[in-house]
């Protein structure tokens, strides 16, 4: 498998939060499909958010170099009906 270098141009240096969120190199199989699902949990939080889909109280915030991120919380208040239903 090759390895991935993922690289940012605002920042020489990253907060150890942010290497926790996106490592800079991607190196095995299971690195890959981890960066993956925090990539689609991010963009599915973010047109959810854009969309008002769920209340405020469902996301928490996140912070990416200058980037507010809004992502959403497990919410087991909500059954999987309510759920299916407020995401179509």
Do not use: W
């Given at each position: 498998?090759?390895?991935?270098?993922l690289?940012?141009?605002?920042?020489?240096?990253?907060?150890?939060?942010e290497?926790?969120?996106?490592p800079?190199?991607?190196?095995?199989?299971?690195?890959s499909?981890?960066?993956?699902?925090?990539?689609?949990?991010?963009?599915v939080?973010?047109?959810?958010?854009?969309?008002?889909?769920?209340?405020?109280?469902?996301?928490?915030?996140?912070y990416?170099?200058?980037?507010?991120?809004?992502i959403?919380?497990?919410?087991?208040?909500?059954?999987?009906?309510?759920?299916?239903?407020?995401?179509?």
């Amino acid at each position: 498998m090759a390895t991935l270098q993922l690289s940012h141009t605002s920042q020489k240096h990253k907060t150890s939060k942010e290497a926790v969120l996106f490592p800079h190199t991607v190196t095995t199989e299971q690195q890959s499909m981890v960066l993956v699902k925090r990539l689609l949990a991010i963009s599915v939080s973010c047109i959810t958010y854009l969309r008002g889909l769920f209340p405020e109280s469902a996301y928490g915030t996140r912070y990416l170099d200058d980037l507010c991120l809004k992502i959403l919380r497990e919410d087991k208040s909500l059954s999987n009906n309510e759920t299916k239903t407020r995401l179509c």
